[in-house]
């Protein structure tokens, strides 16, 4: 059951990503079915991930990017607000992460990795991300959020 339900998730995540919208998740404090949703900038121009964590100081996560490259892996908690995440998408590339907590409550996180050797990610995951973002000058969108920063001229 388990498993027709992650790919049901990948299904509807490959759907929803190129509109970057957030999935519907639930925070359980304390439970293994905690969700959180994740969004990354991946290597290349205009490359994002949209997806969810599964689980609670440790569990598994899954996702797409804006081009339909299905990504999945795990997570956990290693001590001090400090996380480590490891994931394998269906291209090949892999990449490894060491995330921060910004919002123990609300699990968002900022976390920041390499792919494959040769590309950087850059991730969020929890809650809070949108406000997170806001503070930041950042926005949960793909230009916004990964591309470069406009430019205000005076």
Do not use: K
């Amino acid at each position: 059951m388990r498993l027709l339900c992650s790919i049901a998730t990948l299904c509807a995540l490959a759907g929803a990503a190129p509109a970057m919208e957030l999935p519907d998740c639930a925070l359980i404090p304390g439970s293994p079915d905690s969700c959180s949703p994740i969004v990354a900038c991946m290597p290349g121009e205009d490359s994002y991930f949209v997806g969810r964590a599964i689980g609670w100081d440790e569990g598994t996560l899954s996702g797409v990017t804006n081009t339909g490259i299905i990504c999945i892996g795990t997570w956990r908690v290693t001590g001090l607000g400090v996380g480590l995440a490891r994931f394998a998408c269906d291209d090949g590339l892999e990449g490894r992460l060491v995330y921060y907590y910004q919002d123990g409550e609300t699990g968002t996180t900022h976390g920041r990795g390499l792919i494959s050797g040769f590309g950087f990610v850059e991730a969020w995951s929890g809650h809070n991300i949108e406000q997170f973002l806001d503070q930041t000058g950042r926005r949960v969108d793909g230009e916004l959020m990964c591309g470069a920063a406009p430019m205000l001229m005076s």
